[in-house]
């Protein structure tokens, strides 16, 4: 099922003894367009704390109610390695983090979680390199991929097409068993007023971070005709079909088959 990461927002984290807190926030890496935490913000349990929470300890992926539930305990998430929230999550963080909860690293391997695609299978402790190889790979991942992204910064980036603005960031469509994001919500207002399209992550040339700017490699003609997204509506296969033959681009699930 895709879903609005702005849905995400607000919803209460329950552990397997009582709530967390609240998802304040997503972080995704820009290289596999993938989620890989919930900033989750304990109000004052853990007085104001934010923690993060990996896909890995969701015990499922569809949210019940108001609540996405995780399998493990308050004191796990109360212990487990903090961080500074006005600086980026680095590679030195995630392996420490990776390290406490006995996952898998998601970086390692061919498929979108190391060696699972999604983060609810294969998620068993893989051996790891010794402290040597740890510190030569962490320092590879930080200077080809130095931080993780929020999903709140992103929001109202521009997006440029090959030949004129498109509009601006929205929001984003995750995919709720994966944790890949699918599409990048865009609003057209600045040109074409009240409709708005959806982009897959695949069709980006590049993003400069720096500018909060989203160079994708589509002309706004194509955007302006591209099937409209309606966020009252379910985005269903049938629709991504559409949308992938009016871009004449291979589907995304036609890849992942052939990739598995």
């Not at 609540?67 to 392996?95: F, Y």
């Not at 699972?116 to 040597?132: E, K, S």
Request: negative net charge.
């Amino acid at each position: 099922m895709l879903r609005a990461i702005s849905t995400l927002k607000g919803l209460t984290v329950s552990a397997i003894d009582g709530d967390i807190g609240s998802v304040y926030d997503v972080y995704f890496d820009g290289l596999r367009w993938t989620v890989r935490y919930l900033v989750v913000d304990t109000g004052t349990w853990l007085s104001g704390r934010r923690v993060l929470i990996s896909p890995m300890s969701l015990r499922a992926a569809d949210v019940v109610g108001d609540r996405l539930n995780v399998g493990i305990s308050k004191a796990q998430v109360e212990q487990s390695p903090s961080w500074d929230t006005d600086k980026p999550v680095s590679r030195q963080h995630e392996i420490a983090y990776s390290r406490y909860h006995d996952y898998p690293y998601y970086w390692t391997g061919p498929a979108r979680w190391g060696l699972g695609w999604d983060p609810f299978t294969g998620v068993a402790p893989i051996p790891r390199p010794g402290p040597v190889e740890e510190e030569i790979l962490a320092r590879e991942r930080e200077s080809a991929d130095p931080s993780l992204h929020s999903a709140r910064d992103v929001i109202g980036y521009y997006l440029q097409a090959s030949d004129d603005d498109v509009g601006h960031v929205e929001d984003f469509l995750v995919d709720d068993r994966t944790w890949a994001i699918r599409y990048m919500v865009v609003d057209t207002r600045n040109w074409l007023p009240g409709r708005k399209v959806v982009i897959s992550p695949g069709w980006i040339k590049t993003v400069s971070w720096d500018d909060s700017r989203v160079y994708v490699d589509l002309s706004r003609a194509q955007v302006e005709a591209a099937p409209e997204y309606d966020a009252n509506v379910p985005m269903e296969r049938a629709h991504e079909v559409r949308l992938y033959e009016h871009y004449r681009r291979p589907k995304y699930w036609d890849e992942e088959r052939e990739r598995r």
